[in-house]
């Protein structure tokens, strides 16, 4: 304790630190220039973003209850990025906002719950940070308050929300029952594969399934995706799952590890699955958000197809490959963001000739959508290779050959977008799209890291290098 | 006559949960919804409590996540009873069947 406490656990502080400092903006409101206001939270989001290279010590606090290690420290550095080009990105959108400073609390509150779920070493903890990073995405989902859209979604994001909490926490307290111990340290000794304990393993990976929106359970996403305003969309379907899938990572390999194999048929048929409905429904979208929703669920059968490998090359190559979704993803959603602030068009249709007037725009788009789809100058491309070849390791190539072949599948989708932007005719073209500095430099960053991490090994190596 | 065991509480707790699963799925009325998923919620807290009590006694994990449980219960609550009076304000009404704007 002492000095090593406000070193561990830096990451949070800071944040709790940027919540108060905006809490005391909003009572205060003495500031009412609205860019003012706008800036000065970038600037805060970007400062915790650069503190997270420093001083990251190793240690576990609260007996057991708080860890944190490099790769904890690299993925909340992540998560902050992300947080951060989504603010830069909302611009446009927060400045029309009357409860601006709201939208920040509020996305800082979920990032805190984020960043103590990542670094929980025992279920209690697990379960307070998930419910702090779905709760108030809920009450943020409903933003829009005018919207008719909006409030359906925050109903929905409630509900399914809550509902797979309950299960996931009747797992945990099934597996309290058979092992006597919360504690993700002594939680694997006592874990022998009787039959109470693979039925509470199945309520926890049903509870982590619906947060992942794996496919039985996705009837939430699409919805809540279409329905929530762009910058809180991309925030769930980047950061949030983000979030969620590195806990699913930890959770599987050191907790369950144990119970490796009968994970590993569950993961393969939910692959199966997730993948095929994801890319089926997918190809019949007109509303982009609800386009990338399906999208996404795609995505998230594909990393979970590298954690098949069961070993640190699954996580390493599932790491990377979100931190380059976020990048590809981002900037799908940043341009659609700033579409639908000026026009509020959102389907596919209205972007047909989107070249004609937006030329550079329509470049980001589609670079985004390459990558998405795994072209390879792309890093989207490398991303999904190692998380292929990491799951190859098993040898299961009937698997491995049915994802290789969904992605071609995936083409056909992503390639519309392209297609609708520089093929399809339309007399009446989108008009130019304005946006402020800050979107976009986001979307410059967005752009760099989608082709550089395609040609820079260095990220992989040391996220190999942490796991091993 | 025999004492009460382990099992008896863990079936009624396992019979409140799937009644609570039942409900959240057949239930069209918002509140009854969020009225089922508190049933599950003390599904698990009576789980707790027995498992504290009669296979562990000398460990207090299980007693301190009730506690967690309900005042989240409380949180989440709050949170969605909010977002269904903004709901109703529009709908005017509080069933789900009739909050069907997107579709597939």
Redesign the interface.
């Known amino acids: 304790m002492g000095n090593d406490f406000f070193i561990l656990m830096k990451p949070e502080l800071s944040l709790m630190l940027i919540i108060f400092i905006l809490l005391f903006l909003k009572i205060w409101d003495g500031i009412k220039e609205v860019s003012t206001l706008l800036m000065i939270a970038n600037v805060l989001l970007l400062a915790n973003f650069v503190a997270g290279f420093f001083l990251n010590k190793e240690g576990v606090l609260f007996s057991g209850m708080y860890h944190t290690t490099s790769l904890i420290a690299l993925e909340k550095n992540v998560l902050a990025f992300g947080t951060l080009l989504i603010s830069m990105m909302a611009w446009d959108w927060l400045k029309k906002h009357e409860h601006l400073l709201e939208f920040y609390i509020l996305i800082l509150s979920t990032l805190l719950g984020m960043n103590f779920m990542i670094s929980s070493g025992n ?2 903890m697990l ?2 940070g998930l ?1 702090l990073s779905t ?1 108030p995405l ?2 943020l989902c ?1 933003f829009d ?1 005018d919207k ?2 909006s ?6 994001m ?2 399914s929300s ?2 797979a909490s ?2 996931l ?2 797992g ?3 597996l ?2 058979t092992t ?3 504690a993700f340290s002594e939680m694997p000794a006592h874990l022998d594969g009787g039959m109470l304990q693979l039925l509470a393993f199945i309520f926890v990976f049903v509870g982590f399934a619906f947060k992942l929106s794996i496919v039985p359970f996705h009837f939430w996403t ?2 809540v995706y ?2 929530s305003p762009v910058a809180v969309t991309s925030y769930l379907s980047v950061i949030s799952k983000g979030a969620i899938v590195f806990v699913f990572v930890t959770t599987l390999l050191n907790l369950f590890g144990t119970l490796g194999t009968i994970w590993y048929h569950m993961l393969v048929i939910s692959i199966v699955m997730t993948i095929t409905v994801g890319n089926l ?1 997918a190809m019949r979208q007109e509303n982009l958000k609800r386009f990338l929703a399906f999208s996404s669920i795609t995505q998230v059968g594909y990393i979970l197809l590298g954690l098949t490998n069961g070993g640190s090359a699954g996580s390493a190559a599932s790491i990377y490959f979100l931190i380059i979704y976020i990048f590809s993803n981002l900037a799908a959603f940043g341009i659609i963001g700033m579409v639908s602030v000026q026009t509020g068009k959102e389907n596919m249709s209205d972007f047909n000739g989107f070249y004609k007037k937006n030329p550079l725009l329509g470049w980001v788009l589609a670079l985004a959508m390459f990558s998405l789809a795994g072209i390879p100058p792309t890093a989207g491309f490398f991303g999904k290779m190692f998380l292929v070849t990491a799951g190859a390791v098993k040898g299961n190539y009937l698997l491995i050959t049915f994802a290789a072949l969904n992605m071609v599948v995936s083409l056909y989708y992503y390639l519309r977008v392209v297609k609708a932007i520089f093929v399809n005719p339309n007399e009446s073209p989108m008009e130019a799209i304005k946006g402020s500095w800050s979107v976009k430099i986001a979307l410059g960053i967005c752009m760099l890291g989608v082709i550089a991490t395609g040609f820079y090994s260095g990220i992989y190596d040391y996220i190999v290098s942490i796991l091993s | 006559m025999n004492a009460i065991g382990l099992p008896q509480i863990l079936v009624v707790s396992t019979a409140l949960f799937f009644i609570g699963v039942y409900g959240f799925l057949t239930r069209r009325n918002m509140i009854s919804m969020l009225m089922s998923i508190e049933l599950i919620l003390n599904s698990v807290n009576i789980n707790f409590i027995a498992f504290n009590k009669y296979l562990f006694p000398g460990k207090l994990d299980g007693l301190f996540f009730t506690v967690i449980i309900i005042t989240i219960a409380a949180s989440e609550a709050a949170v969605a009873i909010a977002i269904i009076i903004n709901l109703y304000r529009k709908y005017k009404s509080i069933d789900v069947e009739d909050a069907n704007s997107m579709r597939f």
């Not at chain 1, 409030?151 to 929905?156: C, F, I, N, P």
């Open positions: 279920f209690m379960y307070l419910e709760i809920a009450a409903n308050l008719l859209k409030s359906e979604a925050a109903l929905k409630i509900m809550a509902f309950c299960i926490l009747f945990i307290s099934l309290y029952g006597g111990s919360l699409a919805d279409e329905g429904f």
